[in-house]
């Protein structure tokens, strides 16, 4: 079975630190995939507030998550401190995708690369929305 294959970035001007709770453990004992991803919201949450934007006014529009792609490297375990790295890139007309690289400081191990595919999105209308100037600016359009 061909496996979805991420790339690391050269870059991540983002980053921050989360530490992995028991309550983030799945039956094998370890990170599960559905907590990796709502770490992985708390990340995008903060990356954002560093640019001084939210999911709801990012530049002016709102986002919603189109896609997400993880590749698992290493296991992560409770007590754990994790620390995600953020890029951001790939502009369309109506979004721009988000890199993570997930890593455990104590070994450098990699635990995981994950993407977002960010759409914005207008609430009010309920429809797809420009991508706005400002966000294009910073994904190197």
């Known amino acids: 079975m061909p496996r979805v294959r991420l790339c690391e970035k050269n870059k991540y001007p983002f980053a921050m630190q ?4 028991t309550t983030d453990l799945n039956y094998g004992g370890h990170l599960g995939n559905d907590r990796l991803l709502s770490l992985v ?44 790295e953020v890029a951001i890139g790939e502009a369309s007309g109506s979004g721009f995708r988000l890199f993570y690289r997930v890593t455990r400081p104590d070994d450098g191990a990699t635990i995981a690369l994950v993407e977002n595919g960010m759409v914005c999105f207008d609430y009010q209308a309920r429809r797809i929305a420009p991508l706005p100037e400002a966000v294009a600016a910073i994904c190197g359009n």
């Open 41 to 84: 919201h708390e990340a995008r949450v903060a990356y954002l507030a560093s640019l001084g934007w939210t999911e709801l006014d990012c530049a002016g529009t709102s986002l919603i998550l189109g896609d997400a792609a993880i590749v698992y490297r290493a296991e992560a375990f409770a007590g754990q401190e994790l620390r995600f």
């Open 18 to 21: 989360l530490a992995v709770r």
